[in-house]
């Protein structure tokens, strides 16, 4: 299916108090070893905004920003997409771009979707209005600057990953999830999402790509392995059984992530490398929420400095990220 310029930016809002619109994105490079993982909401009739962003380079370097209660601003009418404070997609006209500009960060990137990946639901879809009402997804390629505390880099072949809701918000439905994207480029690609709602329901939205042929996915489960202090990821991976019986396993090495929160939600949000068998390594974005008290819990950190806004560099021995001994 096909967006239009305007899908970027702000949709007609309803009258709920707990009406947002906000976008995800989050990249991978290989070549340069950065990633990130961004996002803007905006709250209309609060006249609020929050954003959440993480820039990496491999995995001992990190900018992290986390901003609540932003007044809101609308972009110039020219300019398609939402904004809160110094962080930004929208669509100039020609090209789809995110942007981000503090002084130990700047980010401007170009995203080109990949067409064949969209999936789009309105009214709830399968997801149903008690998270979320309105939304779409894709996989893009990524190119572009970004300047990390001082040092340019250039982005020329990324993957990447983002999505884009709309409608009356519950974080407090939402007990825990799990948000598994991950993409080898247009043959092969997909979006993996498990949702434990405050009345224990177990929501499971799966869509494959495959030879530019979407395949809905409703029987898979995603399984996380994670550091002693119970909430950090290194790996993870998704089992799932296609229609007719076929079975495919996907996994991820976490490069980098950090805790963000919003309103009652705290969550990891992180990128990484993926495999599948046959393949070149790929991207993948991976989220996580492990709090079954609706979020209203401070998260607790033994391990990493990623709660802190601001430049850091965490030094974290390459073994802790490698995989468990079989046997």
Not at 81 to 94: A, M, V, Y
Not at 127 to 133: G, L, N, S
Request: glycine fraction near 12%.
């Amino acid at each position: 299916m096909e967006l239009t310029v305007a899908d970027e930016g702000l949709h007609p809002h309803g009258s709920e108090e707990n009406w947002q619109e906000s976008w995800a994105f989050s990249f991978r490079d290989a070549e340069t070893g950065l990633g990130a993982h961004m996002r803007v909401g905006v709250q209309i009739n609060r006249g609020a905004s929050n954003l959440w962003c993480a820039v990496f380079k491999d995995r001992d370097k990190v900018y992290r920003l986390n901003l609540e209660g932003v007044p809101f601003h609308p972009l110039a009418e020219t300019a398609h997409g939402i904004g809160c404070g110094p962080q930004r997609l929208f669509h100039d006209g020609e090209r789809l771009r995110v942007q981000l500009d503090q002084p130990e960060c700047q980010v401007d990137l170009i995203l080109e979707d990949i067409k064949t990946s969209v999936e789009k639901f309105e009214d709830g879809g399968k997801m149903a209005a008690d998270v979320y009402r309105n939304h779409f997804n894709m996989h893009c390629r990524v190119r572009g600057v970004v300047v990390l505390d001082g040092v340019r880099l250039e982005v020329r072949n990324g993957l990447g990953w983002r999505d884009h809701s709309w409608g009356p918000r519950r974080w407090d439905n939402l007990l825990a999830h799990r948000s598994f994207h991950g993409s080898f480029g247009e043959d092969l690609n997909f979006h993996m999402l498990t949702l434990l709602t405050s009345d224990g329901n177990l929501v499971r939205r799966g869509h494959l790509v495959r030879n530019g042929v979407a395949t809905t996915v409703g029987d898979f489960t995603i399984r996380v392995e994670i550091l002693e202090d119970g909430v950090t990821p290194t790996r993870a991976a998704c089992h799932m059984i296609l229609p007719g019986g076929e079975t495919m396993t996907v996994s991820c090495h976490v490069q980098k992530g950090v805790f963000a929160q919003v309103e009652t939600l705290q969550a990891f949000f992180g990128v990484g490398e993926c495999y599948a068998e046959g393949r070149q390594p790929g991207y993948c974005n991976f989220e996580m929420n492990n709090n079954p008290r609706h979020g209203l819990g401070d998260i607790k950190l033994a391990i990493g400095n990623t709660l802190a806004n601001g430049f850091c560099s965490v030094k974290a021995p390459a073994w802790m990220y490698e995989p468990l001994p079989e046997g």
